[in-house]
């Protein structure tokens, strides 16, 4: 199942398709720095495990990850691209056949190669604030829309049909802010 996988791939399997707590204590002999949603695969035989071996566990609050998570913002994305781009190849390579669980490491190696570019990680690390560390990274209106949905929502007329195509100035000023923040300073690639 491991052939044309990356040196050090480990290949865990369940027949549910999810992470279990058996498959991730073997996970843990691997990372050095863990940061991890709160999922409940992580227990407690895991969290000794993780201390026993000097692993820094690194949990973020309940949906937070697609602000937090480094690979998330930049890695992720451009891996799935990379994925489906290889089937594509793959099907092209291999008329009339389905691509299965053989063709998948070398698929997966190459894609992952790919997006897990040390420029696409550093990036990630730094569009979350985490490295180099910058508590600011985050401001208020980044949370804006939990903020608004707390409150009881009144009505607005429009007065005219131009009102009503063009957003909101928060929800500009959101856009504009999101889009800055994440990649003038941190340039992550997804071709």
């Known amino acids: 199942m491991l052939t ?5 791939s480990l290949a865990l399997v369940h027949k549910s398709g999810w992470m279990t707590s058996e498959n991730f204590l073997q996970v843990l002999n691997h990372p050095v720095l863990l940061i991890m949603d709160n999922e409940s695969h992580f227990s407690v ?25 480094p690979l998330d913002k930049t890695v992720v994305g451009p891996f799935k691209k990379f994925v489906a ?4 190849s793959w099907l092209l390579e291999n008329p ?9 490491p070398r698929i997966c190696s190459l894609a992952w190669d790919r997006a897990a570019s040390s420029q696409n990680i550093k990036s990630g690390f730094c569009a979350t604030g985490i490295s180099p560390f910058d508590p600011d990274i985050f401001k208020d209106i980044d949370f804006m829309s939990s903020f608004v949905s707390d409150r009881e929502t009144h009505p607005v007329a429009s007065t005219s049909a131009a009102d ?16 800055g923040r994440d990649f003038k300073r941190c340039h992550f690639n997804s071709t």
């Open 85 to 88: 781009s290889g089937i594509d």
């Open 4 to 8: 044309g996988a990356s040196p050090g």
């Open 45 to 69: 035989e895991a969290l000794d495990f993780a201390k026993e071996n000097g692993i820094v566990v690194l949990t973020l609050p309940p949906h937070t990850s697609n602000k937090l998570q």
């Open 164 to 179: 009503a195509l063009t957003p909101p100035a928060w929800l500009q000023s959101a856009r504009l802010l999101s889009c």
């Open 96 to 104: 009339n056949q389905v691509v299965g669980i053989f063709a998948l």
